[in-house]
């Protein structure tokens, strides 16, 4: 496998030396004409763009974010498809060539070049099909790499004087970067234990209150998990990593509502006022999640050589869901997912105490409840409604977010007139949103939405063409505080390295995919 070139969330980009296929290299003229536009935000990806594709393929993108996708596909022409990666309207199309595949291979509108699937791509696989597959690929190296957004009864201007001292605070408190290890003690037991139980362990040592759980993807918990199927090394890279932020695009911050869209959606989730203090908190499940994710690449590549798998790009890496790697995977993939919710409860509860010394009132006198928690990277088995009928799909969202409509009976009670809660956090300094699931959504892509901004550039321009220096400077000249771990490698992160998030978000919403509930705006960041 080819490991090079690290991307967003941890993910690895599809390089061309991986296929498996041999491209029928094509003019720029003549790819364009297995796509199609079908609506101002969506197009259509003909079978034949790719080999051996089963079902058509979608991505959603509006004006300026369609010329991004379509530059990539122009120079993956012009170059012959020799060195660089594969852009992401062909991996789109790689998936939508695996067995199993139902609907449509679908890009959100912050879609890029991924390790196997882009990231931004989800797809959903039929459990009754024999011949259907589970893929690491799908997932991401960072498994249930994810947001949280606490909301407190705090306002701008009692934050504002102590923000310096809350980001210093912050940084103090949660540890960040590279190799960061955990406040919290644990031993090979208690890991085991957080495996298995996800935020019930949290709750059970009191690093989490009650309702955090309710308004927790899965209820912060996967019963599949089977702590015995995470390898010992992976267990070894985790165990000091337990409530740490780590690197990255991983962040915490301090934000302000800015702008409220949905004022009953806002209501539903304790946000009644502009100016409103929040805190967002992003992170995975650190180095226990990739080593689960490259010990299955492993696994499953003699699988498919023994069951008689073929795929487009050998970074599609995948076993029969029925089978023994299948199974296994899932089961660990659910535990490293269980890992990333205790991860993120914690740092949920040194977040809290850091705010309860800096004002001076308990957690609980600050309101400082979890509004919702989703999961950016991970495979669930849902039902969803396929030509006409029910099926149990095995649902792939990788750099995308479950978005789920009201009435839906796997989103909580509070939220089951709205929707559910759906976050996506911004670029280092730009502004985040809030979204709710829709029924459209239900219809156009398995409940899936956007994750975030995702890359414009790679981390290697973003090095090559920003200084940090700068880079820091026009943070503090919007008045944002920062805590940053490695300063040299805020360039990677900056906002000209991301697509425009409003951009993203727009589309979403114009697609009807998900919908505009509220903005915020950084004052406080804390990196890696």
């Known amino acids: 496998f080819n490991l090079a070139h690290i991307m967003g969330d941890g993910e690895k980009t599809g390089t061309t030396d991986t296929a498996l296929v041999k491209y029928e290299m094509r003019t720029y003229a003549e790819e364009l004409k297995y796509l199609e536009k079908i609506t101002p935000t969506c197009y259509r990806i003909k079978k034949g763009f790719v080999p051996n594709m089963r079902v058509e393929g979608r991505f959603f993108v509006n004006s300026k974010l369609e010329t991004l996708c379509l530059e990539e596909l122009e120079k993956f022409a012009e170059a012959r498809g020799v060195g660089g990666f594969l852009p992401a309207v062909k991996q789109i199309a790689n998936v939508a060539a695996l067995p199993g595949i139902v609907g449509h291979s679908v890009g959100l509108p912050d879609v890029h070049s991924g390790y196997g699937f882009s990231i931004g791509n989800m797809a959903a696989f039929d459990m009754d099909d024999p011949e259907a597959i589970v893929s690491p690929g799908g997932v991401g190296f960072d498994i249930n790499c994810g947001v949280r957004l606490v909301r407190t009864n705090l306002d701008e201007k009692d934050v504002a004087p102590l923000k310096e001292e809350i980001a210093q605070s912050l940084f103090n408190h949660i540890p960040v970067g590279v190799g960061s290890q955990g406040v919290v ?74 702008e409220i869209y949905d004022p009953i959606a806002a209501e539903k989730m304790g946000i009644n006022r502009v100016g409103q203090i929040c805190i967002m908190i992003h992170s995975g499940s650190r180095g226990l999640g990739h080593q689960v994710a490259t010990d299955a690449l492993v696994a499953m590549e003699r699988a498919m050589a023994r069951d008689g798998i073929h795929v487009n790009d050998r ?209 406080a960041v804390i990196k890696g």
């Open 315 to 523: 970074q599609l890496a995948c076993a029969r869901i029925s089978s023994a790697e299948g199974q296994d995977y899932l089961k660990a993939m659910s535990a490293a997912a269980n890992f990333a919710w205790v991860n993120r409860s914690i740092m949920t509860f040194l977040t809290r105490q850091a705010f309860a010394k800096a004002f001076k009132k308990s957690p609980e006198e600050l309101d400082m409840h979890v509004i919702y928690d989703v999961s950016h990277n991970i495979a669930k088995v849902e039902k969803h409604l396929v030509d006409g009928r029910v099926r149990t799909l095995l649902v792939h969202r990788k750099g995308s977010t479950r978005a789920f409509p009201p009435n839906h009976p796997l989103i909580p009670v509070d939220y089951q007139l709205t929707g559910q809660p759906v976050l996506i956090g911004g670029t280092m300094g730009t502004c985040s949103y809030v979204l709710t699931g829709t029924e459209t959504g239900m219809e156009l892509t398995f409940g899936s939405t956007c994750h975030g901004a995702g890359r414009a550039w790679s981390r290697a321009k973003s090095r090559r063409a920003l200084d940090y220096h700068e880079v820091l400077g026009s943070l503090a000249a919007k008045g944002i505080a920062i805590r940053v771990a490695s300063p040299k490698l805020v360039t990677e992160e900056a906002p000209e390295s991301y697509k425009d998030v409003t951009q993203v978000v727009d589309t979403c919403h114009a697609a009807g995919i998900s919908s505009k509930a509220f903005k915020l705006r950084p004052i």
């Open 185 to 258: 003690s644990l031993g090979p037991k208690e890991l085991e234990e957080a495996l298995e139980l996800g935020m019930d362990y949290a709750l059970r040592e009191g690093y989490a209150w009650a309702e955090d759980k309710e308004h927790c993807e899965e209820y912060g918990r996967m019963l599949q998990a089977d702590p015995s199927k995470v390898s010992s090394r992976a267990k070894r890279r985790g165990l000091p990593q337990l409530g740490t932020l780590g690197a990255g695009n991983h962040y915490a911050e301090v934000q302000v509502v800015e």
